[in-house]
């Protein structure tokens, strides 16, 4: 019996941390593609890169900290955050400013990923 495909989806963050739903949104479909197994790779564009960045306090905001929600991804085989190396340096970061488990792309990586994988979706 052949093996099936297993469909390979790229999470595009482009939106700060807390200023609507689609951040949130975005790390709960990873968590739900992980669950059910589906190759997910995160990547963290412009303003994105802001959800990474540790010790956020949402609490004045009424919102949940995404800090738990990004320690829990390796229980759900999420192993690597990629991360926009322009976008970082534009914002005056570093790779070190970010969790353990960002790794850098550059522009060329960045195009290999959206080629790479049969679904995009942008939050």
Not at 37 to 66: A, M, Y
Not at 75 to 103: K, M
């Amino acid at each position: 019996m052949a093996e099936s495909h297993k469909t390979r989806t790229l999470l595009v963050f482009r939106h700060p941390p807390y200023s609507s739903s689609l951040s949130r949104s975005g790390l709960d479909t990873a968590l739900a593609a992980g669950a059910f197994e589906q190759p997910v790779t995160l990547l963290f564009l412009s303003d994105g890169i802001l959800q990474l960045l540790p010790q956020q306090d949402s609490t004045s905001l009424g919102k949940r900290n995404h800090g738990k929600v990004l320690a829990s991804l390796p229980l759900y085989d999420i192993e690597t955050l990629w991360v926009d190396a322009a976008a970082l340096s534009d914002c005056g970061y570093a790779i070190n400013d970010l969790p353990e488990a960002a790794r850098l792309a550059d522009q060329a990586l960045i195009r290999d990923m959206l080629a790479q994988h049969d679904h995009i979706l942008a939050f």
